[in-house]
């Protein structure tokens, strides 16, 4: 099969769906298919030198101050463009949507014009995402419902509505199918009629990486104070600061590492100037990222609502390090082998002293040597490996239908 990936963002930025589709190219590729990427050229730093020839970058504008994100703008102009430049590759099969906005627009106006079935698999909650950024999150919803209106007139049938599941709606309405990367996700997308049925294919981890991590981990746990690391963007539906906060009141005596960038990068330095057991480790590498993992005591997860799976303690389980959890729907998804934060539906002052709380009990128990284990099934089924036979089958069933 030739299969043809479109993002929001080119998959060399930071962010957990652009990890998983290379980890899924990667993986398709092995099994004999070809996948071509589109998503918008990328301004900032690249996590490589040379282009890769199986993207296409789309024209884009930055969008961010650090020059990490880009948009790309869906019209006609994008489509020449994307058209020239898919008509010196294989003839495509198949269409799979990895993007909830420009790059939703222009994959399913490419699939429209040219009769390929859609496979559109949903990451963001966009509703929550939006409001965690902005206090008139109201308003900016009833823009993107109109532009997404604007956009796909014509594409699939009109879908009406001003909130964030409207818009997820309207950008499904075109697809054969809809996958969504954790089971509470996809309840919640059938539940709001985005899509019936909705296929649950978990985000993975690299089965070589996860062997070679594990083999150059030590197998006894290394002396000194509990280790905790938190990595991810660093932005306000991430709850870096907050947990900073928490982790200063707690008073634990622990090292932490925070792993990652983004604009609250000088907020978040701000909050725990002078203490030495916290390190900013800046953006690191796929491998890297899995060893600091692997070696750290705890990972801390800290958002609440927004994430639609959470890769972060995912690979922390399959490498074998508990995790401190503030959203409850990731911690019933993992079944076991962490801290559950309580207080996730309660104020902010809740949510922190929840936070608090918690944190001080899992330096306790990583002291004593009683930390929760990691579920193993939950590593098993976390392989990229299984999890590409899982999509494997999504497309083949869209392409036989």
């Not at 900032?44 to 993207?55: C, E, F, K, V």
């Not at 419902?145 to 075109?174: C, K, M, Q, T, Y």
Request: overall charge neutral; proline content about 6%.
């Amino acid at each position: 099969m030739h299969i043809v990936f479109f993002g929001d963002q080119h998959l060399d930025s930071l962010g957990g769906a652009q990890v998983s589709m290379r980890l899924q190219r990667e993986f398709l590729e092995r099994a004999g298919h070809t996948v071509t990427v589109v998503a918008p050229k990328m301004h900032g730093s690249r996590t490589s030198d040379a282009a890769d020839p199986s993207n296409v970058d789309l024209p884009s504008i930055p969008i961010t101050v650090d020059r990490e994100y880009s948009m790309s703008w869906p019209g006609r102009a994008t489509d020449r463009f994307l058209d020239r430049a898919m008509t010196h590759r294989p003839p495509v099969d198949l269409v799979h949507v990895q993007a909830d906005f420009w790059g939703a627009f222009i994959g399913h106006r490419y699939a429209a014009r040219h009769g390929i079935p859609v496979v559109h698999t949903l990451h963001n909650r966009v509703d929550v995402g939006i409001a965690a950024v902005t206090p008139l999150h109201r308003p900016v919803l009833g823009v993107l419902n109109f532009w997404r209106r604007r956009a796909l007139h014509g594409v699939a049938a009109p879908v009406g509505g001003v909130d964030g599941w409207a818009f997820l709606r309207g950008i499904a309405r075109g697809a054969s199918a809809v996958t969504a990367p954790s089971t509470h996700f996809a309840r919640r997308l059938e539940e709001h009629d985005v899509f019936i049925p909705v296929d649950v294919v978990w985000n993975g981890i690299d089965d070589d990486v996860r062997e070679a991590t594990l083999a150059a981990a030590p197998t006894d746990r290394a002396p000194g104070r509990p280790r905790f690391v938190w990595l991810g963007r660093m932005s306000p539906e991430k709850r870096l600061l907050p947990f900073l906060e928490a982790f200063v009141a707690s008073g634990v005596d622990a090292e932490l590492e925070i792993i990652g960038g983004g604009a609250q990068r000088a907020a978040a330095e701000k909050i725990v100037a002078g203490h030495s057991n916290v390190r900013f480790a800046g953006k690191l590498s796929y491998q890297d990222t899995l060893a600091r993992i692997a070696s750290a005591d705890a990972l801390v997860q800290t958002s609440i609502g927004f994430e639609t799976q959470g890769m972060t303690p995912f690979e922390a389980a399959t490498l074998g390090t508990p995790s401190v959890i503030s959203d409850p729907d990731i911690a019933s998804e993992l079944g076991g082998g962490l801290w559950a934060v309580p207080g996730a539906a309660g104020t902010e002052a809740q949510r922190k002293a929840g936070l608090v709380e918690t944190l001080r009990r899992a330096a306790s128990d990583i002291a004593a040597g009683t930390a929760p284990v990691p579920m193993r099934e939950v590593s098993e089924a976390f392989r990229q490996s299984s999890r590409t036979a899982a999509m494997i089958e999504v497309y083949e069933r869209v392409l036989a239908d």
